[in-house]
């Protein structure tokens, strides 16, 4: 106190405006992105699936999911986003695990129900039905109304049947 000089008393801080408005508006910004990729995920998910009402509905049944906003941000992100939040609202305990889990291990976890639902059923490995052979053909007995090949068959036959006799 004994070096204080006169002009030293505190002064208070003044804020910056400019910095907190800029703040202010990037939070804006972001939630407003948040929002919108969110009902896009959502209108694409009740375009893909007649039940996607359910899905969200299960996942309310785990809690606020504001709470817990990378998990959505994470499935926004994906390519089938909304294959995954759909498929996780019906299996409710896929998702209490995802959700339990800490940021980055729960957005891997989430790639890997991606990668899983986005791979195509699997192929019978059965070989492919046989072709029958021959079969039927044309029992057309117009020869005016024959192919040539089949005119030449028609008439070989006759003549097969003639010799036969």
Same mark, same amino acid.
């Given at each position: 106190? /004994?070096?204080r000089?006169?002009g030293?008393?505190?002064?208070p ?9 800029v703040?202010k508006a990037q939070?804006?910004f972001e939630q ?10 959502y209108? @694409?998910g009740k375009e =893909?699936?007649?039940d ?6 299960g996942?309310?049944?785990? $809690? *606020?999911l504001?709470q /817990?906003?990378?998990?959505l ?7 089938n $986003? ?6 996780? $609202?019906?299996h409710l305990d &896929?998702a209490?695990h995802?959700l339990?889990?800490p ?7 989430l790639t @890997?129900v991606?990668? %899983?639902?986005? %791979?195509p059923?699997p192929v019978s490995k059965a070989?492919?039905?046989i072709k029958p052979?021959?079969g039927g053909? =044309?029992?057309?007995t117009?020869? =005016?109304k024959m192919s040539? &090949?089949?005119w030449i068959?028609?008439?070989? *036959?006759q003549?097969d @049947?003639? /010799?036969? /006799?």
């Amino acid at each position: 106190m /004994r070096n204080r000089q006169p002009g030293d008393e505190a002064k208070p801080e003044i804020p910056d405006v400019e910095a907190l408005a800029v703040k202010k508006a990037q939070e804006l910004f972001e939630q407003k992105s948040f929002n919108e990729a969110c009902n896009t995920t959502y209108q @694409k998910g009740k375009e =893909s699936f007649q039940d996607f009402d359910e899905a969200v509905k299960g996942h309310s049944l785990l $809690g *606020d999911l504001g709470q /817990r906003r990378e998990y959505l941000e994470a499935i926004n992100s994906l390519p089938n $986003g909304p294959q995954v939040y759909h498929h996780l $609202g019906k299996h409710l305990d &896929d998702a209490a695990h995802i959700l339990s889990l800490p940021p980055v291990k729960m957005a891997l976890e989430l790639t @890997k129900v991606s990668d %899983k639902l986005s %791979k195509p059923a699997p192929v019978s490995k059965a070989p492919a039905p046989i072709k029958p052979l021959g079969g039927g053909g =044309s029992h057309e007995t117009d020869p =005016s109304k024959m192919s040539i &090949d089949e005119w030449i068959k028609w008439r070989d *036959d006759q003549a097969d @049947k003639a /010799r036969h /006799r």
